[in-house]
């Protein structure tokens, strides 16, 4: 199980805990975690991700073992302890102004 961790606007329209739990049968990657976080909340569809790019929205970034790895590739595999679900998957909505 990979541990997820959803902003509060996410969360909301989610109607989930800040933690969430989401099972990948293949390689933990971005893409497989995202895949399945949408497919349990379906309501996240669109909000990650552009639907027919499926590129990561401007104002959205992806962190694992304290790194960001919005910019990595979507097939890259995620850190072990993510993967191990020891470390959690963290999606945060970037802040933008002055």
Do not use: K, W
Not at 12 to 30: F, G, P, S
Not at 49 to 67: I, S
């Amino acid at each position: 199980m990979i541990r997820v961790l959803l902003p509060a606007h996410l969360r909301e329209l989610a109607r989930c805990d800040r933690e969430v739990t989401v099972e990948v049968e293949t390689e933990a990657t971005q893409r497989a975690v995202l895949d399945a976080l949408e497919q349990r909340f379906p309501m996240l569809r669109g909000t990650l991700r552009d639907p027919a790019t499926g590129r990561r929205r401007p104002f959205v970034r992806f962190f694992a073992c304290e790194q960001d790895v919005s910019h990595e590739p979507p097939d890259a595999p995620l850190p072990a302890p993510v993967a191990a679900g020891t470390e959690p998957f963290l999606v945060v909505g970037a802040m933008a102004g002055g």
